[in-house]
């Protein structure tokens, strides 16, 4: 229907090929293509989506449940995962590239995602009266506007851009055409893909249809009611994925982002030109401003709507509203959080910036529509006009404030505009013709984007550092290697943990359940009590860490299994070493208990304190085992290799040692000192190991000692303390261990399902390592019976004395209704549509 013609098909393709070869050309710049040694994976592309990518293949390829993964911080809703990071109609290309190779797999579909956002564009610039190159022109704009190219990391996001060209072409056909299907199909797969996204474009869609109904009530006023039924019914459709994910969220605690001052924080009055000018790229982290640049040309045209003596002011005043609300958004807090969803966001601030750069363009196709050759005049003004304001703000700008502005972009900024004048100016006065202008003004915008995405893609990789291919590649079949031999050698459930792992979330990666987990989808009623029994998860619970902490957590959650690199000091009571390759040796811990134990009924009476994790960990394991037992003892280390005053502060490195009794698991505690982010620990001579305070908890392993021993460590960091040793009576912790053991219930799992069987002297509570999310249901025996919680982070059931069978499934809360939705409301729209036609054959 829209390439009816061989000509469409050229202008179509090369809306998708031109902004493809503009990003292999600006990943060339900096080294990366397929193959190459430096990947595209960086910041959060690294982190997440590569991680994430690769279990929704398995996903994909039937291995794992699509509503509840255990391979996420003892486990996870799955389907809340996908909705915000995975959902998209590009997935399935995840078929045809092993996990191994991510790097390139992202590669190609950040290249694929940016060609369609320009091909979708296209679909809606040939409804405006412009010229077929000129469609071309502006797709290639849309495609690669600086909010874009920045982002393009978070390949995630990617597919929002492709649905909202759409979204407002479907808008313009219900209201001219009385056509709402396009509408409800694009508002239905942006609300599938990113239910985050979804709703800045729906406000702002929403905002643009009044805005457009006002500028001819009488025409348009019998479109309300279609635009309303259309994008409701598209909404709940969409509800299978986006209720569940809601309901999520907001069961896992995440609470409103408080409004702290009037104005935004960074902003300032010079950013709106600033970041309209070619190549500037601050930053995405915290401390940046909005990402706007759509292109000089873009600009132009739309501010030639604006001023131009051609077009209705009522019409410009209600487009132009939506800008001044945009503007103000930047500049105000309230309305800057009311766009996140009232949850200020975790860097990559101003998120709905995209909308702004789109209105431009949406906006200059409009003001485009209207220039005639003896308008040349007004652009000229207008392009004058743009040189000495950016010259005025470049030159005048305040002491030490926009330093990212390099005046190549200055230069380039004044230079572009010049030539997109000198071309309308040659065609007024009929040197050129309309063709070569339309050609001319192409390779313009192609030559600018092309300069402006390399510096965007530029500032990524000095801002972020793309990762080498090595990095993710080369450890991956070592690791993967070992996860695969725990998994044929044990048929029960365990958990297992990488200490020296590619990211936070290779769980998801290599398929095995663990503690880590970074994702701002994520269970905080588990997290947030996991870092209280050590497993560092502060603030909102976006990152859990399983590194350094002690061996009654290991034992508690379950972690059978730990790797570790070769060269790593490891040395744990009970843990013995089972297999080695190259790079990575694999250890099998005794002392793990399986996912459920019988504990009393008061169980939950424990009252966790706030910081002091030792506590909290004997207390539990006094109430698992009955018994009380003293775990830890405190001592000091003392200087080996200088004498220093205790009022000075000790210069670095330097090498400590203290006197530790038999059977002892030794910790360093990091708490008691003032490290910095990436400090240095040595044990015994061996080879040094990193440790990221920030993130990892805080009980350094020293090592397992079963004779009475001096222990020397070096520490790379300034300190002020003598650092606290914290023993680990290993004798103690077995024969507690081996107590619990004896009611512990060994609990079978299976996609979103654990069962297993209970034998119980007395009435007790089955205390679970499963992180409690009201999506899970129990029957004992068959039938349904009560979940409760343990410390409001685990499941938790009353077992009666006797034998049972007990068995849990998850389904996320919502799902039945959201997919009652799903499969009603595209009937209702038919209904709908078949009523219209009715109507219209009447």
């Not at 994925?241 to 982002?257: C, V």
């Amino acid at each position: 229907m829209f390439l009816k013609t061989e000509q469409n098909f050229i202008y179509a393709g090369l809306s998708f090929i031109i902004p493809i070869i503009i990003m292999i050309i600006a990943y060339l710049n900096i080294g990366i293509f397929l193959g190459s040694d430096v990947s595209v994976l960086v910041g959060d592309g690294f982190t997440q989506s590569s991680h994430f990518h690769a279990s929704f293949r398995e996903v994909i390829l039937g291995k794992q449940s699509i509503f509840y993964t255990w391979n996420a911080s003892l486990g996870l809703n799955y389907l809340s995962l996908v909705s915000y990071y995975l959902s998209s109609l590009f997935a399935p290309l995840l078929l045809f590239f092993p996990n191994q190779i991510m790097p390139d797999t992202l590669y190609i579909l950040t290249l694929l995602k940016i060609g369609s956002i320009g091909l979708s564009f296209w679909f809606l610039a040939r409804t405006f009266k412009i010229p077929k190159w000129g469609t071309v022109a502006v797709s290639i704009s849309y495609a690669l506007m600086s909010f874009i190219t920045v982002h393009s990391q978070l390949v995630m996001w990617m597919d929002s851009f492709i649905y909202l060209p759409l979204i407002f072409l479907g808008i313009h056909r219900l209201m001219d055409e009385n056509k709402p299907k396009l509408l409800f199909f694009s508002y239905l797969l942006q609300f599938l893909s990113n239910f985050y996204f979804g709703f800045m474009t729906g406000i702002f869609s929403f905002l643009y249809f009044i805005m457009r109904c006002l500028t001819n009530r009488p025409k348009y006023k019998k479109s309300i009611s279609s635009y309303m039924i259309t994008s409701l019914l598209a909404a709940g459709s969409s509800m299978v994925i986006t209720l569940p994910t809601f309901l999520d969220i907001k069961a896992n605690g995440e609470t409103l982002s408080k409004i702290a001052s009037f104005k935004t924080e960074v902003t300032s009055y010079l950013d709106l030109i600033m970041k309209n000018m070619v190549g500037v790229y601050d930053t995405t982290k915290f401390g940046s401003i909005p990402f706007i640049y759509i292109g000089l040309f873009p600009l132009l045209l739309c501010l030639f709507y604006f001023f131009g003596k051609k077009g209705n002011k009522k019409e410009k005043w209600l487009y132009g509203s939506l800008f001044i609300l945009l503007i103000l958004s930047f500049y105000i807090e309230p309305l800057d959080l009311f766009w996140h969803g009232m949850h200020a966001p975790n860097m990559f601030l101003f998120r709905y910036a995209y909308l702004f750069s789109f209105l431009v363009l949406l906006i200059g196709c409009k003001g485009w529509e209207k220039i005639k050759e003896k308008d040349t005049t007004v652009l000229l003004k207008i392009g004058a006009t743009l040189v000495l304001i950016y010259s005025a703000a470049y030159f005048f700008k305040p002491a030490n404030s926009y330093a990212y502005v390099a005046t190549s972009s200055y230069l380039l900024t004044v230079f572009f505009l010049g030539i997109y004048l000198l071309y309308f100016i040659l065609y007024a006065k009929r040197k050129i013709s309309f063709k070569w202008l339309c050609v001319f003004l192409l390779m313009a915008v192609t030559t600018e984007s092309l300069i402006n995405t390399s510096q965007m893609i530029q500032g990524i990789s000095t801002n972020w550092n793309y990762a080498a291919r090595a990095t993710y590649t080369k450890p991956y079949p070592k690791i993967k290697e070992l996860v695969d031999q725990t998994k044929e050698e044990v048929s029960s459930f365990y958990r297992l943990e990488n200490i020296d792992p590619i990211s936070a979330n290779d769980s998801f990666n290599f398929g095995y359940s663990g503690i880590n987990q970074f994702s701002s989808i994520r269970n905080r009623n588990s997290s947030s009590y996991l870092n209280q029994l050590g497993f560092k998860s502060k603030g909102t619970n976006l990152n859990i860490r399983y590194n350094n902490n002690t061996l009654l957590m290991d034992a508690f959650t379950g972690i059978k299994f730990n790797i570790a690199k070769n060269e790593s000091s490891f040395n744990k009571y009970g843990f013995i070493k089972r297999s080695k390759n190259s790079d990575y040796t694999l250890y099998q811990n005794n002392n793990a208990l399986p996912l459920a134990f019988i504990a009393p009924q008061k169980i939950n009476e424990l009252i966790p304190s706030v910081d002091d994790i030792l506590s909290n960990q004997t207390n539990l394991f006094h109430a698992l085992s009955g018994t009380e037992k003293k775990y830890f003892t405190s001592y000091r280390a003392t200087l080996d290799t200088l004498k220093i005053r205790e009022e000075k502060k000790y210069s670095q490195p330097l090498t400590w040692k203290f006197r530790i009794p038999a059977n002892q698991q030794v910790y360093l505690n990091l708490a008691s000192l003032q490290l910095s982010d990436n400090t240095f620990i040595t044990v015994n001579n061996g080879s040094p190991r990193k440790i990221q305070r920030k993130y990892e908890g805080q009980y350094y392993d020293l090592g397992y000692y079963s004779k009475e021993t001096t222990v020397v460590f070096t520490i790379d960091s300034l300190l002020t303390d003598k650092p606290e040793i914290i023993g680990l009576d290993v004798n103690a912790y077995q024969e507690a261990v081996s107590k619990i053991k004896k009611k512990a219930v060994e609990i079978n799992t299976t996609g979103r399902t654990a069962t297993g069987i209970v034998h119980t002297l007395q009435d007790s509570m089955l205390v679970t390592t499963i992180p409690f999310d009201k999506g899970w249901k129990a029957q004992l025996d068959g039938k349904p019976v009560k979940i409760e919680t343990f410390k409001d982070g685990f499941l938790m059931v009353k077992i009666p004395a006797g034998k049972h069978t007990i068995a849990f499934s998850y389904l996320p809360v919502g799902f039945n209704i959201g997919l009652l939705l799903f499969l009603t409301c595209p009937i209702l729209f038919y209904l709908y549509l078949k009523t219209q036609e009715t109507i219209n054959k009447k």
